[in-house]
């Protein structure tokens, strides 16, 4: 049973984060594929990778941690962006 859709609403300023642009962070021109992208949120949430390429988890969970990984990346990014904000503002 799929359980009821509830998205993840994020937002910076009263806008979603995914909108907005960092001020001063980087663009390392890094990109990578999904398999990756999957991967790597698999891994940060601490589930198992067997079960996870062997498809043992409903599609609807295993899109909910790939966004929710990618979604805590963001936010990080931001907090980080905000710090440097405040860190130049303070000169």
């Not at 980087?26 to 067997?50: F, K, Q, T, V």
């Amino acid at each position: 049973m799929t359980p009821p859709s509830i998205a993840f609403r994020v937002e910076k300023g009263g806008q979603p984060i995914t909108s907005l642009s960092l001020r001063y962070g980087i663009n390392p021109n890094i990109s990578h594929s999904m398999d990756y992208s999957e991967w790597d949120a698999c891994i940060n949430s601490g589930l198992d990778m067997w079960k996870w390429v062997n498809n043992k988890y409903p599609k609807w969970f295993m899109a909910k941690v790939v966004a929710h990984f990618q979604l805590r990346n963001l936010i990080g990014a931001h907090t980080q962006d905000e710090a440097i904000r405040q860190s130049k503002n303070k000169k």
